[in-house]
């Protein structure tokens, strides 16, 4: 399990393509998740109508906070027109009218918190996590399973990754591995706020506070403070 303590190790490479690329990360400790909850629901509600008074579909694609990650996604050989950021994807979710997935009361929550922070957040059970976590560039050789994919990708040159000591646990920031989801048997969860060049520091420190205050009025979750990496 990681230790709130230990920054997460970048590549050298990686900080030098991609200067100013940034985490917060924490544990959520002690959740108790459920299928859905009434409290939550008006969260939704609440962020909806957010989510409205702030954007329209016209204007969101000139908003420099979520360009930022389509142009992160363009360096790294993923289109952004076809797979969008994930936080994108939730404010444009709720502003063409479709109602958010129900999936369960945690991952509910940190989808909430991106979608009202603009952040992107990688979530994982704590418990399936072995040692340290890394920000490396893959290789061609290296597969991976993403949550809901029915077999593995091949990982294209130059997509930046984050492992632990034994497996890739995500494609960042828009992919998390499905052997470390969050589950309704999850004790533990593991938040990282990812951030990109011309993403402002404190942007991502505040959406982890945020998915961190989300998961603790709805899972009953006890967070950690937030570390940031790289220091």
């Not at 002690?30 to 009434?38: N, P, T």
């Not at 999936?103 to 990688?122: E, F, K, Q, R, W």
């Not at 593995?152 to 040159?157: A, F, G, S, T, Y």
């Amino acid at each position: 399990m990681p230790d709130n303590s230990i920054s997460m190790e970048f590549a050298p490479e990686v900080l030098k393509t991609f200067p100013g690329i940034c985490v917060a990360e924490g544990d959520i400790r002690s959740v108790l998740i459920a299928r859905e909850s009434a409290g939550l629901e008006s969260l939704k509600n609440d962020v909806t109508v957010e989510i409205q008074s702030r954007y329209t579909l016209e204007n969101i694609k000139n908003e420099p906070l979520f360009r930022a990650y389509r142009d992160f996604f363009w360096s790294v050989g993923v289109d952004p027109t076809k797979t969008r950021p994930a936080s994108e994807a939730l404010v444009r979710r709720i502003l063409a009218g479709r109602s958010l997935p129900t999936i369960n009361t945690a991952v509910d929550a940190y989808n909430l918190a991106s979608a009202v922070s603009g952040i992107p957040i990688a979530a994982f059970d704590a418990d399936m996590l072995n040692g340290e976590l890394i920000m490396r560039f893959g290789r061609e050789i290296e597969e991976f399973t993403g949550i809901g994919m029915k077999k593995p990708v091949m990982l294209k040159d130059k997509q930046v990754i984050l492992t632990d000591s034994d497996k890739i646990i995500a494609i960042y920031p828009y992919r998390d591995s499905d052997s470390t989801k969050v589950t309704p048997d999850t004790g533990t969860i593991h938040i990282v706020t990812c951030g990109v060049p011309k993403i402002e520091r404190d942007l991502v420190i505040t959406a982890y506070e945020v998915c961190a205050g989300f998961l603790q009025d709805h899972t009953g979750g006890i967070p950690s403070e937030p570390k940031m990496s790289p220091g």
